[in-house]
């Protein structure tokens, strides 16, 4: 964004979910989350969907789409496999980012016609909808705080004491807390979205990812850009209505390093700080 453009949609990728995917860069794989281990499954029992580890191709399919790629998701979710839908209601569906730019990283789509094509600055003008969607979003990071306990727990030393009363001969009535992985998320939309439909980002911190592979992938979750849910609705004059443009350097999240433009420098950096992260 060094160039005086906008920073906007058509710099955020081919693929902040599904914009046309290149042949560098394949949508994720994702497994379906064992039905025994987490919060997951007790949302799907109502909506059961096969498990399958065939590739995805409907989901592949909505790449073709462009910009107007999550329609599909919202319109037939029943049509997608597990692993790429986790749960749908009557007003929202919560899918695998295709393109995940951390571990855990889950979209809520909301699902009323009306609503999903503004941009978020102009939606969530609107007090109701705005509280479905907080509330759908606390649930969510429930969900994915549950899934990095399930990934990555055994490797946290906050976690031991936990995991050890879960596998004594006694466990008891009261588990020990473990590590607050709430305070491992982020959530929130883009300033200028680059898909048609409204959807809400929820992940892990870390932004630790074979996905995350340019600068403005990076920059679009550690700068005003990413827009939280608590901070809705924006003033009429807040900036962020319209977001002009990205800053010049990129600094790690976690040391607060400056590494400039060096994407590569970055993505090395990263490697060590979740290594570092996931065993704290």
Sequence with gaps: MNNGRRASADDLEDGEVTNAATADQEPAEHLPYPKSQNAFAELMKSKPKSPTREPDRRSAKTTMLGRDGLRQYTADPESFPQSRVVYYNDKFVVI??????????????????????????????????????????????????????????????????RLNAMEAEDIPDELPPGRNWQAEIMSGTHANPSMNHLHIHVLSKDLHSECMKKRNHYLSFTTEFLIGMDQYPLAKNDPRRHYGHFPEDMHCWRCGKNFKNKMARLKEHLEDEFEEWKEK
Excluded at 127 to 154: H, I, N, T, W, Y
């Design 96 to 161: 695998n980012d295709l393109f995940p730019k951390a571990t855990v990283h889950l979209l809520i789509l909301p699902r009323d016609p009306n609503m999903n094509v503004l941009r978020p600055q102009e939606a969530f003008d609107d007090p109701g909808f705005l509280a479905d969607c907080q509330a759908e979003e606390k649930k969510v990071r429930e969900l994915v705080a549950s899934e990095l306990r399930r990934k990555l727990g055994r490797y946290s030393a906050t976690e031991q004491a």
